[in-house]
């Protein structure tokens, strides 16, 4: 890219950080420090501000990247993406928002400690929602560092890596100081920019074509290189056994995942009501169904006009199509609206990074704090205690999330979100449905249930070809490859709904029956609800 570009894009970065970063000061000198504060915003937040903050907190470097790229690389199998992470929330929708903010406090364990003994239980959905959270925030720290190798036409400069340590920085930092109403407020302000973005760019694709999508749909075909086979399923996941199985598995994860996200399940906690919660939900899939609607004219877009071939080379997984599309509408390199155009999405994206990873951290310092730290350390750790330790756990998931997105950085961001979302599913979101739903669920049905999940999950990604074995592999040059699925969700969610099923049937420990009771009348009424 010119220096043109890269100044523009560098002061449009600096803008938003400025931005964000006063607002983190402003709601710091406001907050009275308390866990409700910190961790749920006081629950002072209307339905359409969550709405928005929802939508900020989902459409993630795997949503504006990681989708449009696939598309552009695969066409058809590309949009699987798109279409599992909204049919997700109808899950979220239906299943969980309301009964979850009913029947919690601040955290996944909270739901389910209500009927169980608190410390087994705890200390399992505290792991498995921490381990999840770094999973997705590996998927941010990549999509960060394509960003800025793209910038500065070198991705394998010292730079990627310092953009790396920066974003885990920042995030550090609005955790530490603003909490969730900072973080909430930076997801608003970056939803917006991410919609008027997407939009900008889906209109400037249209026009190029005249309104006529079957003519986008046939350019890109002629320019993938693959014909009308670039237009069906089978390109990516359609080559045999495995990639199809590959394909069922991924689907599986990315549909039942989203229920199970730590946090996605934040949100509900700041909001006052239940059917504050779900008016949330509701704002947020009209939102985030229009943005993936986008994504698959970004993604064929960038095919048509663009090129596989030069997505490709700028980045072999395709996360820099969108700011490649930009360029490119803005009448291409070297061009002043080129630059301006790919600054305004670069920024957009960055800006996209920095909001998704404050809130991934948020969470899961919450998980840190409130579970383990609570169940280890004091059974009732003083409030004011806790959020110290959320904050000190804000840097140690920091620098994990560092660690890792530096070792991943070769691959597809929509891609490691995905593995995310398999393992939420696994774990997650089997236990949060036997507490809900099973009146004779037990602790020990609830251990196994996340254990039962969460390991095999674990243990099947590194099994798998995604880690040895391949050339795209995290270490090619060995091979311990003996899972053939990129993704373990075929195998995993099922196993984490037996464990928690064996796990109970097995059990010593009676139902307290009286407890179900008092959680179902809360769940369905907000009866006692906090």
């Not at 909490?179 to 889906?202: D, E, F, Y």
């Not at 984490?496 to 796990?503: Q, V």
Request: glycine letters at 12%; charged letters at 10%; proline letters at 3%.
């Amino acid at each position: 890219m010119t220096t043109e570009h890269q100044t523009l894009a560098l002061i449009l970065f600096s803008l938003f950080i400025a931005v964000t970063l006063g607002i983190t000061t402003w709601v710091s000198r406001n907050r009275h420090g308390s866990a409700e504060e910190f961790y749920a915003g006081g629950r002072l937040f209307s339905p359409l501000e969550n709405g928005f903050a929802i939508a900020g907190d989902y459409m993630s470097a795997a949503s504006f990247l990681g989708i449009s790229g696939l598309i552009s690389l695969f066409g058809y199998d590309g949009l699987l993406y798109s279409v599992g992470f909204l049919v997700a929330w109808l899950v979220v929708l239906f299943l969980v928002a309301e009964l979850v903010r009913n029947c919690g406090r601040f955290t996944l364990a909270d739901v389910v400690a209500a009927r169980m003994s608190e410390r087994p239980v705890r200390i399992a959905a505290g792991t498995s929602s921490v381990t999840v959270s770094v999973l997705y925030l590996v998927a941010q720290m990549v999509g960060a560092g394509s960003l800025v190798g793209l910038l500065l036409g070198d991705s394998g400069t010292a730079a990627r890596t310092l953009t790396v340590i920066g974003v885990g920085a920042l995030m550090v930092v609005y955790v530490s100081f603003g909490g969730m109403r900072a973080t909430t407020w930076i997801q608003i302000v970056k939803a917006v920019l991410l919609m008027g973005g997407a939009v900008t760019l889906t209109v400037l694709v249209l026009l190029r074509f005249h309104g006529n999508f079957d003519q986008l749909l046939t350019s890109a075909a002629e320019r993938s290189g693959h014909g009308q086979r670039f237009l069906s399923p089978g390109l990516k996941y359609g080559g045999d056994w495995t990639a199809r199985f590959d394909f069922m598995s991924l689907g599986l994860a990315l549909v039942l995942g989203t229920a199970g996200l730590p946090h996605i399940l934040s949100r509900f906690y700041t909001v006052p009501t239940a059917r504050a919660a779900r008016r949330s939900v509701v704002w947020a899939i009209a939102l985030i169904g229009g943005f993936y609607l986008m994504t698959i004219v970004l993604g064929f877009g960038a095919a048509a006009l663009v090129g596989p071939d030069a997505v490709r080379a700028s980045n072999a997984s395709g996360n820099t199509a969108v700011p490649l599309l930009a360029a490119f509408l803005g009448g291409g390199a070297g061009s002043t609206g080129g630059a301006v155009l790919f600054a305004f999405v670069a920024a957009i994206a960055f800006a996209t990074i920095l909001a998704v990873v404050a809130g991934i951290t948020l969470a899961s310092s919450a998980s840190v704090a409130h579970d383990l730290y609570a169940s280890l350390k004091r059974r009732h750790a003083r409030q004011r205690s806790e959020v110290a330790v959320a904050r000190v756990a804000a840097v140690g998931i920091g620098a994990v999330a560092i660690a890792l997105g530096l070792l991943a950085q070769d691959l597809n961001v929509a891609f490691l979100v995905g593995l995310a979302f398999a393992v939420s599913a696994s774990a997650n979101l089997p236990v949060l449905l036997y507490s809900l739903f099973w009146r004779s669920f037990t602790t020990r049905g609830a251990v196994w249930s996340v254990y039962g999940g969460l390991i095999p999950a674990v243990v099947l990604v590194v099994l798998s070809p995604v880690v040895s074995g391949s050339p795209d592999s995290l270490f090619p040059g060995v091979s311990f490859q003996f899972f053939p699925l990129q993704n373990p969700g075929l195998v995993s969610i099922p196993l984490g709904f037996l464990a928690g099923w064996l796990g109970t049937v097995t059990s010593a420990e009676e139902p307290d029956g009286a407890k179900h009771a008092e959680t179902e009348v809360r769940s369905l009424t907000g009866a006692g609800a906090v």
